[in-house]
């Protein structure tokens, strides 16, 4: 962590101790609700009439030249092919191979960026029209929950498990319809799902059920055809 990393850091701790009058407090809240509403209310504006979307969660650090990168490159185009649009979380990484995908084949290609001090930037594979940045967590992830029909999770660190377990919990505490989730690498995500069966599963934290709520696959073929045959079963097709 660098001295301004860690400066940051410092303040944001020592800003949660600090003592406010009421007029502080309230003068400060009032202005953050507000900034809320705002990004909700473009966010709703921007993203209510997108048709059918397909998220794509990933590593911002992923390189062009890896192979997480090529597929998830190839996933979008796949997906655009078959009908649907493709959200990402409009950074670097992952979520840029997922805009060039969509935009390379004409697709709908949509970018939630997030405001962050040092690494979020948006890439430049995104529709002008959107691209919405975002200050807030929460209000970022409503909007890939909403505005999504699917979830396809490849390899990354804190930030896409927060993302796959939060559309996994909604699926799971029906908040939200059984959209398909799939995670693309069966490498990468073997000891997580063996960790969920051994320790969740074992203690009875998850029902046997709740394991058939994602599927893991290897490649960018195998991801969109679990998400086609999912539709599929309910006679539904991209122009649903």
Not at 16 to 26: H, P
Not at 35 to 51: H, Q, R, T, W
Request: charged share 25%.
């Amino acid at each position: 962590m660098s001295n301004e990393e860690e400066k940051i850091a410092e303040d944001k701790i020592r800003s949660a101790f600090k003592e406010r009058d009421w007029n502080e407090i309230k003068s400060a809240d009032s202005w953050v609700i507000f900034k809320v509403m705002a990004e909700f209310v473009e966010g709703f504006e921007k993203l209510s009439k997108i048709g059918p979307c397909v998220s794509i969660f990933g590593s911002a650090r992923t390189a062009r030249d890896h192979e997480h990168y090529k597929m998830a490159e190839d996933i979008a185009a796949k997906l655009v092919r078959h009908g649907y649009g493709v959200i990402t979380g409009g950074g670097p990484g992952i979520m840029e191979a997922g805009n060039k995908g969509a935009y390379s084949e004409g697709g709908k290609s949509v970018g939630l960026n997030i405001e962050l001090p040092f690494e979020q930037f948006n890439n430049i594979y995104i529709d002008r029209d959107k691209l919405m940045t975002f200050d807030y967590f929460f209000v970022r992830k409503v909007m890939f929950i909403k505005y999504s029909q699917g979830f396809v999770v490849l390899p990354g660190g804190f930030g896409t498990m927060d993302e796959f377990f939060e559309a996994l919990t909604l699926i799971q505490t029906n908040k939200i319809g059984k959209f398909p989730i799939v995670l693309v690498g069966k490498s990468y995500w073997e000891g997580l799902v063996d960790w969920i069966k051994k320790s969740l599963l074992s203690h009875h934290y998850i029902l046997e059920d709740d394991l058939e709520l994602f599927s893991v696959v290897e490649d960018a073929t195998e991801a969109v055809k679990v998400i086609d045959e999912f539709y599929s079963k309910y006679l539904l097709s991209p122009n649903f």
